[in-house]
């Protein structure tokens, strides 16, 4: 059964980076059918998308957080990170990791993210 | 577009039918997946592509898609169908994924 873990650092002072880590187990980072992301939730609002990267090629940033956003992987340690620069307050949130993928039809195509990790909390404060 | 607009909050009666609804330019185009959230615990993907269901997910779970709006309906509702559901797909470029702002549901 796939497990997603986020880890990192709870309290990031204001301008500093936010630097998050996503552990999978009970499979590989590397299959190119599915995508690995990373969702915020500020305290109290809705989820956001922060962006997704493909093993086999591809990242891609919600472009909102497009200049600050860097997402990698680490196949040797099957996780891939999140790094969000430049963080105020406005940047607290639970971060969620997931892994995504896409269906095809014939009429269009659906993503989903499935499973989750538990999510943590990053709180930016000085 | 690049939203996906969802009612704020709906109230259903215990056993009754509820149906919650998405829209956008883009689900023209794309479908929506749904995701179940309970507090302080993480989304969990409930409906995906045309009308399909991840395993364990009951089937009182439905979704569907007509034009910009697609709906997430669930019968018999259930004290443990209280949460917030929210819809995710594309912008209408296709280049980014986006979620609804989330409908909180409340169980009567």
């Known amino acids: 059964q796939l497990q997603l873990q986020e880890s990192g650092p709870g309290l990031v002072k204001p301008s500093e980076t936010l630097s998050l880590t996503c552990t999978v187990s009970?499979?590989?980072?590397?299959?190119?059918?599915?995508?690995w992301g990373w969702i915020r939730q500020p305290p109290g609002k809705g989820l956001e998308w922060i962006g997704s990267m493909y093993y086999s090629g591809g990242t891609y940033y919600n472009p909102s957080l497009r200049n600050r956003v860097t997402i990698s992987v680490d196949t040797s340690q099957n996780q891939f990170s999140l790094n969000l620069r430049s963080v105020t307050a406005a940047d607290t949130a639970v971060y969620y990791c997931a892994r995504g993928g896409i269906d095809y039809y014939g009429s269009g195509s659906s993503d989903w993210f499935d499973p989750w990790g538990q999510g943590t909390l990053v709180t930016v404060s000085s | 577009s690049s939203e996906l607009t969802q009612d704020p909050a709906v109230s259903v009666a215990l056993g009754q039918t509820v149906r919650i609804t998405c829209q956008g330019d883009s689900l023209r185009t794309y479908y929506v997946s749904w995701f179940q959230q309970k507090p302080g615990q993480a989304p969990v993907l409930v409906i995906y592509?045309?009308?399909n269901r991840p395993s364990g997910i009951p089937d009182r779970f439905s979704g569907s898609s007509s034009g910009n709006t697609a709906s997430l309906t669930f019968t018999g509702a259930q004290a443990e169908d209280e949460a917030d559901y929210y819809c995710?797909?594309?912008?209408?470029?296709?280049?980014?994924?986006?979620f609804g702002g989330g409908t909180k549901v409340t169980v009567l």
């Open positions: 009970g499979g590989s980072i590397t299959i190119s059918s599915f995508s």
């Open positions: 995710h797909s594309r912008d209408s470029s296709g280049n980014h994924l986006l």
């Open positions: 592509g045309k009308n």
